[in-house]
Every structure is written in C-alpha cells, then in structure tokens.
C-alpha cells in the first residue's frame, strides 16, 4: 500500500515539469552569443580570460556535474546545457562561447518559460565565474 500512495503522492509533481519549447536564438551567430530578449528572465556575461578554449574546457565538467543539468552540445568553442529547476522543472538554457579573437568567453543564461526567473540565471553565472575574471558588461546585459 505505502509504494501506491507513494506513487499517487508523486503523480501531480510530475506534471509540473515545465520544460518549454527550446528558444531558437541559441547558438553562436556572428561569431557572439545571442543578446538577452530581456533581463527578467535572461542573463548574459563576457568574462575576460587569457585562454578561452581552456577556460570552457574547465567549466564544462563542473557544469555537467551539476544536478538536473543535461550537456546537450559541446565542442572547443561552445557549449549548451538544459538546467531543470529542482521542484516545478523550469528548464533553463545556459551556453558558453570561447571567443578567441578577443580573448572572452561569454555566458548567456535564459529561462524557456515566464516573464521572471527572480534572479536565477544571473546567480547562475555568477558562480560560473571563473576565477579572477572581471565582468566586461553587466549579469543582465542585453
């Protein structure tokens, strides 16, 4: 009996899993990140590093070793994962560009669903961070 109520108990969560269509601005375009569509739900950062390519390298595997987090694309140069919020199963598209010809590697963070992440993917970049590397333009930039 307690796996069936279990089971009952689980079921309404299970439908809250808000994944959402993928956005269609993802990618490297231009040699850049897409611009955020707005900073309520979206953030973007360029962070100033010596090697791009090594510094994403660095990050991919703590990225895929966070929890609810699928790497769905990795290359030298880019990389997107989906990020799934822990209880509704919000999905969040987080990519990463080694930009080499000017020595960056930008980050952009954006939620697929509702007009508010309260702040989500710009803490998310914030801890991305890596060490020692000023932001060149604002968490939320556009």
Same mark, same amino acid.
């Given at each position: 009996?307690?796996?069936?109520?279990?089971?009952?108990?689980?079921?309404?969560?299970?439908?809250?899993?808000?994944?959402?269509?993928?956005?269609?601005?993802?990618?490297?375009?231009?040699?850049?990140?897409?611009?955020?569509?707005?900073?309520? =739900?979206?953030?973007?950062?360029?962070?100033?590093? @010596?090697?791009?390519?090594? @510094?994403?390298?660095?990050?991919?595997?703590?990225?895929?070793? /966070?929890?609810?987090?699928?790497?769905? /694309?990795?290359?030298?140069?880019?990389? =997107?994962?989906?990020?799934?919020?822990?209880?509704?199963?919000?999905?969040?598209?987080?990519?990463l =560009? @080694?930009?080499?010809? =000017?020595?960056?590697?930008?980050?952009?963070?954006?939620?697929?669903l509702?007009?508010?992440?309260?702040?989500v993917?710009?803490?998310?970049? @914030?801890?991305?961070?890596?060490?020692?590397?000023?932001?060149?333009?604002?968490?939320?930039?556009?």
């Open positions: 009996m307690l796996p069936l109520l279990k089971l009952l108990l689980l079921l309404p969560l299970a439908l809250f899993h808000l994944v959402g269509p993928v956005p269609p601005e993802l990618g490297v375009h231009g040699g850049s990140l897409a611009p955020c569509p707005t900073p309520a =739900h979206c953030a973007r950062v360029d962070w100033a590093v @010596a090697d791009p390519a090594a @510094a994403l390298a660095a990050l991919a595997p703590r990225i895929a070793a /966070e929890p609810r987090t699928e790497l769905l /694309e990795q290359s030298d140069t880019y990389l =997107h994962a989906a990020v799934s919020s822990a209880f509704f199963g919000f999905v969040d598209d987080l990519e =560009h @080694a930009d080499a010809a =000017h020595g960056l590697l930008q980050a952009r963070s954006v939620s697929r509702g007009d508010s992440d309260l702040g993917n710009a803490r998310r970049l @914030a801890a991305l961070a890596p060490p020692a590397s000023p932001a060149t333009s604002p968490a939320a930039a556009g």
